[in-house]
């Protein structure tokens, strides 16, 4: 485990893929290190009918922030993939943006664990999230996304 991101490029981070999830959503991450994770996202464009934030993509945010801090934890020669998460919803938002933090609950050889708490700008809590990811060996040669620890 590297746990080494104190020179993190965020602008890699945000814009490597445009091709995601994350990216169409407007998820921003503002600060990464392997112990806490910080981002955004619009609520316009990730509501459901009533025009509300939408509480998948609540979990969206949750898991990106979280599996986020998790390869920073894993480093360069892991990989990070997702095998739970949970979400209590916690209030409406519908306009501005949220903000999630996921703070590391658990970060060990093969599984790591994140609390994400979002808050909407008033800094009311939305929702309360956990996410636990698999840390597992990366491919030889294979491509593992952007670069999560210093070089």
């Not at 981070?13 to 990464?32: C, F, S, V």
């Not at 994770?37 to 619009?42: A, L, S």
């Amino acid at each position: 485990m590297t746990d080494g991101a104190d020179q993190l490029d965020l602008t890699e981070l945000n814009e490597a893929y445009p091709d995601t999830l994350a990216h169409r959503m407007g998820i921003k991450i503002t600060a990464a290190s392997a112990e806490r994770v910080v981002g955004t996202m619009p609520v316009a464009g990730n509501t459901q009918p009533y025009g509300l934030l939408h509480g998948g993509a609540s979990c969206v945010l949750a898991e990106t922030l979280g599996s986020t801090g998790a390869a920073l934890h894993a480093g360069r020669d892991q990989i990070v993939v997702g095998i739970e998460i949970n979400a209590t919803h916690h209030r409406a938002a519908s306009a501005g943006k949220v903000t999630g933090v996921a703070t590391r609950a658990h970060a060990g050889r093969t599984l790591a664990t994140y609390e994400v708490v979002i808050s909407d700008e008033r800094g009311r809590r939305i929702c309360t999230a956990r996410l636990s990811c698999l840390l597992r060996d990366a491919v030889p040669g294979s491509d593992t996304g952007p670069s999560m620890t210093h070089e």
